[in-house]
């Protein structure tokens, strides 16, 4: 559990952050209790996250989402580490990045990993956040292996997976292209939605348990 001041009058814009994975909701209600004598807090992000390991390599993918902003983030030899989808301001955005490689970064070693672990977290704003029942869903992108498109639509999506600059491209080859990459889809987008649907009522009431302790008016809850 984190708490940040964010700038603003008489630090308006407390965050709480909690992962359900590793405290409790009664441990979240214990710890922020204190604040509800003088504060109200209302559901205002709300992140999802979907666990890939070991079974998919999302180097061997293209994603995408169609009708949204994506940039990326690549190495230095063009694999793919982080990619968004969804401008940085909007109430909907998905990212994907190695969490293997993360990890890494923060000094774990590779014995202590599986050898792929890739996140996916949908990112819900606003009204969004407060209808995430209806909204994870329809934000899980497209998955699909290169090898399944035609050669043009491989070579354009090496390009965008790498992080180049596209924007040469018309309109309508581009939708040509997002249009071929839905088509060609794999099961993992499928393979998520169940994950959540399976998962979907414990974090109804994870969620619900925390809006019914309180008088909600603002409070972020990632993850």
């Known amino acids: 559990m984190q708490m940040y001041n964010l700038p603003g009058e008489g630090n308006e814009g407390t965050r709480i952050e909690f992962n359900p994975n590793y405290i409790s909701i009664d441990e979240v209600i214990k710890q922020i209790s204190f604040l509800t004598s003088c504060n109200k807090f209302r559901l205002s992000r709300l992140d999802v996250a979907f666990d890939i390991v070991d079974e998919y390599d999302l180097h061997d993918f293209v994603i995408d989402l169609p009708r949204v902003k994506r940039q990326t983030i690549s190495s230095s030899a063009s694999k793919l580490e982080t990619l968004y989808l969804g401008a940085p301001k909007s109430n909907k955005r998905v990212r994907i990045y190695d969490k293997r490689l993360e990890r890494l ?10 050898s792929r672990w890739w996140r996916v977290e949908v990112q819900l704003r606003a009204n969004y956040a407060r209808d995430w029942l209806r909204c994870v869903e329809p934000s899980l992108p497209a998955f699909a292996r ?3 498109l035609d050669d043009t639509s491989r070579l354009i999506s090496i390009g965008f997976m790498s992080g180049h600059d596209m924007s040469f491209l018309s309109t309508k080859k581009l939708r040509t292209w997002r249009s071929k990459v839905c088509s060609a889809q794999t099961d993992l987008r499928d393979e998520l939605t169940t994950a959540f649907n399976d998962n979907v009522h414990q ?8 809006l019914d302790n309180f008088e909600f008016e603002s409070v972020q809850v990632p993850k």
């Open 105 to 114: 970064s923060h000094g774990y070693s590779e014995f202590q990993l599986p």
């Open 203 to 210: 974090l109804n009431a994870q969620i619900n348990t925390l």
């Open 146 to 148: 290169f090898d399944a």
